[in-house]
């Protein structure tokens, strides 16, 4: 239940950053590939959000054991992602 509105709320996060890091013009030298970060992790936060609604609907305890499991692998690429763009930005900017 507590995946369900973080990863909503990261992926809204992550496309606010997209916005934000283009807007930078110190940070235009690592813009591309932090765009690309940003918004492959909102894309997972997304899927996460979905996938932790449907599992919040399904009575098939062997289907909500796998959407854990892939709800947990989701969210955990997209905090990865999340981390690897904020210190590329940080490594831009100084």
């Given amino acids: 239940m507590r995946i369900l509105s973080i990863s909503a709320s990261l992926a ?3 496309v ?3 916005g934000l890091l283009n807007a930078q013009a110190k940070a ?3 813009s591309g590939l932090g765009d690309d970060l940003l918004a492959v992790a909102a894309v997972l936060f997304l899927l996460c959000t979905y996938m ?3 599992a919040l609907r399904t009575e ?3 289907r909500l054991v796998a959407l854990a499991r ?3 692998i989701l969210f955990l690429g997209g905090l990865t992602l999340v981390v690897l763009s904020g210190l590329g930005i940080v490594y831009a900017l100084y």
Avoid: P, Y
Wanted: proline content about 0%; overall charge neutral.
């Fill in 60 to 62: 098939h305890q062997a």
């Fill in 52 to 54: 932790s609604f449907w």
């Fill in 12 to 14: 809204g996060f992550c």
């Fill in 16 to 18: 606010a950053g997209i």
């Fill in 70 to 72: 892939v709800i947990d």
């Fill in 28 to 30: 235009q030298r690592f």
